[in-house]
């Protein structure tokens, strides 16, 4: 075959093979674009699915930014009396409240009446102090999926700050957060100064770093105690610096209607997002009317003077 013929068919024959390998490579490029497209139409799918149970949850407790949460979770805590009828209890303030703070037990064997309302699942439990008992505190002992298998649609856990085994409590509040990204369950962080009740801890100053920490660690919510003499000022400086909603608890019964209202009155004041608060609810003798009294402060607006009157007022 003559030079010129040959060098004619192979070039041929390499205009050939450009143009398949380019229609090959079209083809795959525009076979790749469509799996891209789908593959992240998919993801964003998902994406909002995941989003979407997480509002169903979230929508659970809240109301225009708000929630009244009733913590009922006290009895692997302290010596508890008011909570010997719970189911009674959940019906007689379901109507005021938005959510329950319970155990497992609790979860299970009032499932009916905590029906359609918040369930927010504790995953610790206290270990009071005693003598010879050097580490009492609150420790995690359930999951995230334990509180999907009762219905919880959020949980809770205490977060402590200044306190002697800090570490642990981290790391036990950190893996429960990244189990409810997993579950889509809001995570609420009980954040408070060690230890329980000693109201001289809860100073500005502790319970600002109580917060910012447990906002930092991922809470969806922050749970504390309104500082021991804070103004209002004071507080919403510490709910400002909180990019988390903050929530209020009651701490021991008051007995004292004003007080009580005061201090919620003052949080929604200071910025608050709502409360939960337990004892001094079922261990006031008529739980639903303060119930009552205390949504009309957090959902209404309502003024002390106003809340104390509505209590008179039938249920």
């Not at 490029?29 to 891209?36: A, G, M, P, R």
């Not at 004003?258 to 201090?263: P, Q």
């Amino acid at each position: 075959m003559h030079l010129n013929s040959v060098s004619f068919y192979f070039w041929h024959i390499r205009d050939k093979l450009v143009k398949i390998l380019k229609l090959i490579i079209i083809e795959s490029y525009n076979e790749f674009q469509v799996f891209l497209c789908s593959y992240y139409k998919n993801s964003a799918k998902v994406i909002m699915e995941n989003g979407d149970q997480f509002r169903i949850n979230w929508n659970k407790f809240f109301r225009n930014g708000k929630t009244v949460i009733l913590p009922i979770d006290h009895g692997t805590a302290i010596p508890v009396k008011g909570l010997e009828s719970p189911s009674e209890l959940i019906e007689s303030v379901n109507p005021y409240v938005n959510g329950f703070v319970v155990n497992f037990g609790l979860a299970r064997s009032c499932s009916d009446s905590l029906e359609g309302k918040g369930i927010c699942f504790r995953t610790d439990i206290y270990k009071p102090p005693y003598e010879g008992n050097d580490d009492h505190g609150s420790y995690r002992v359930f999951t995230a999926e334990d509180g999907l298998s009762v219905g919880a649609n959020a949980v809770m856990n205490m977060c402590y700050t200044h306190h002697p085994k800090e570490e642990t409590i981290y790391r036990e509040c950190a893996g429960l957060v990244s189990e409810c990204i997993d579950s889509e369950l809001p995570i609420i962080l009980e954040s408070l100064p060690f230890g329980i009740g000693r109201s001289d801890d809860y100073t500005v100053e502790n319970i600002s770093f109580a917060v910012k920490c447990a906002a930092e660690i991922g809470a969806d919510v922050v749970k504390t105690a309104y500082p021991t003499g804070a103004s209002i000022e004071e507080f919403r400086e510490i709910i400002d610096s909180s990019y988390v909603p903050v929530i209020v608890l009651g701490g021991s019964a008051m007995r004292d209607d004003n007080a009580l209202f005061s201090m919620v009155k003052n949080a929604m004041d200071a910025g608050a997002s709502g409360i939960a608060i337990g004892r001094n609810v079922w261990q006031h003798d008529r739980p639903a009317a303060v119930a009552r009294s205390l949504s009309s402060i957090v959902h209404e607006d309502s003024s002390v003077s106003s809340a104390i009157k509505l209590m008179n007022d039938p249920l």
